[in-house]
T-cell receptor, first 111, second 112 residues
Framework: GDSVTQMEGPVTLSEEAFLTINCTYT??????LFWYVQYPGEGLQLLLK?????DKGSNKGFEATYRKETTSFHLEKGSVQVSDSAVYFC??????????FGSGTKLNVKP | NAGVMQNPRHLVRRRGQEARLRCSPM?????VYWYRQLPEEGLKFMVY????????ESGMPKERFSAEFPKEGPSILRIQQVVRGDSAAYFC??????????FGPGTRLTVT
């Protein structure tokens, strides 16, 4: 079946450090891939997306590239800020009617 | 442009009571989705609705749970005879057809 696997957290970094959060997926077809972010007490917000292989999604300094050969969509940021502290979810969908989410990775950024 | 609205934000129910969760989609969005998030877990799809129609309820438990999206008014997720295992955050999302989903702030249900 279709599923998303994320690296377990929490991930703790110092401000300005480089961030990578791994995401791999299992899919029977060719899904679209997403990263959502959840701040404490809030709902999920779309961070970035990629709809086909080799596409790169980017937003607010975050990037992720849709790698079909490794079935991965790793999230990266060159220099994290304290305000990036949140839970990050990787997700896939085929038709936008049902999203499959990973279990989330909590990021703590220390000043 | 208001986002997806959910109420209540927090709901406490005793075992055996009913819980009713409401979701008002973003203006112009005709599709509504409900997800459940258990502690320390990701979101699990429950149901997808359009106005007056349930399109996909493959994630809904077979008993005690129901959802509707009437012609007028918000979408309702109803849980009858709640049990402790129903304690979770319930998120609603909405979208236009075949577009990414926008999430509400969630309703945190606690069953005592």
């Amino acid at each position: 079946g279709d599923s998303v696997t994320q690296m377990e957290g929490p991930v703790t970094l110092s401000e300005e450090a480089f961030l990578t959060i791994n995401c791999t997926y299992t899919a029977t077809g060719y899904p679209s891939l997403f990263w959502y972010v959840q701040y404490p007490g809030e709902g999920l917000q779309l961070l970035l997306k990629a709809t086909k292989a080799d596409d790169k999604g980017s937003n607010k300094g975050f990037e992720a590239t849709y790698r079909k050969e490794t079935t991965s969509f790793h999230l990266e940021k060159g220099s994290v800020q304290v305000s990036d502290s949140a839970v990050y979810f990787c997700a896939l969908t085929y038709n936008f009617n049902k999203f499959y989410f990973g279990s989330g990775t909590k990021l703590n950024v220390k000043p | 442009n208001a986002g997806v609205m959910q109420n209540p934000r927090h709901l406490v129910r005793r075992r055996g009571q009913e819980a009713r969760l409401r979701c008002s989609p973003m203006k112009g969005h005709s599709h509504v989705y409900w997800y459940r998030q258990l502690p320390e877990e990701g979101l699990k799809f429950m149901v997808y609705l359009q106005k007056e129609n349930i399109i996909d309820e493959s994630g809904m438990p077979k008993e005690r749970f129901s959802a509707e999206f009437p012609k007028e008014g918000p979408s309702i997720l109803r849980i009858q005879q709640v049990v402790r295992g129903d304690s979770a955050a319930y998120f609603c999302a909405s979208s236009p057809p075949r577009r990414e989903q926008y999430f509400g702030p969630g309703t945190r249900l606690t069953v005592t």
